[in-house]
Every structure is written in C-alpha cells, then in structure tokens.
C-alpha cells in the first residue's frame, strides 16, 4: 500500500514510505516523541524536509492514532495488574 505524499514547496506527488526521513529516533519511539521530530519525510523532487500528513503505519494508523493505541494498551496492563487475582 503506498502513501501518497504532497510537497508543500514544490508541489509534487511521491510516496511517502520511500521518502521517510530516518532520523535517530526508531520507528517505535514516535509514540513518545515530540510530533515536529516524528515522521519527516523527504521530497525527492526539491529535497524539501516536512512532517508527512499521509504516512499510515500499518497501513491504518496515523502517528496519533499509533500514539492512542500505546497508551490503551498501557491502561489495560495497568488495570489487569490490578483486577487479576494474585497467585
């Protein structure tokens, strides 16, 4: 599935999974960190640097909704440890 992207400076139509900027941060810590340092991408036309809007991770999920999914999945461990009996 690919994403298509669009080029605030130059206006030009590529995909976004093939320009993804690898910054120092892996793919698993953009749930924690800032949004500007997330997902960049890179244009191939220009060499414009941007935020991608369409980038989906698993071809459904945004990095908010990515963002979402790790924090109901962190509640609901939290609220096993609680409700399960001890051993």
């Known amino acids: 599935m690919s994403n298509r992207e669009t080029c605030p400076r130059c206006a ?3 995909d976004s999974r093939k ?3 690898r910054s120092g ?3 698993f810590f953009n749930a924690i960190t800032p949004r500007h340092v997330q ?3 890179r244009c191939p036309n220009c060499g414009h640097h941007f935020a991608a809007r369409a980038l ?3 071809g459904v ?3 908010e909704g ?3 999914v790790l924090v109901a ?3 609901a461990c939290v609220l096993l440890v609680f409700v399960l009996p001890p051993h």
């Open 25 to 27: 941060v892996p793919m």
């Open 12 to 14: 030009a139509v590529f």
């Open 56 to 58: 989906r991770l698993f």
């Open 73 to 75: 999945i962190l509640v």
């Open 61 to 63: 999920l945004s990095a």
């Open 39 to 41: 997902m960049q991408v």
């Open 19 to 21: 320009a993804l900027v």
């Open 66 to 68: 990515l963002r979402w």
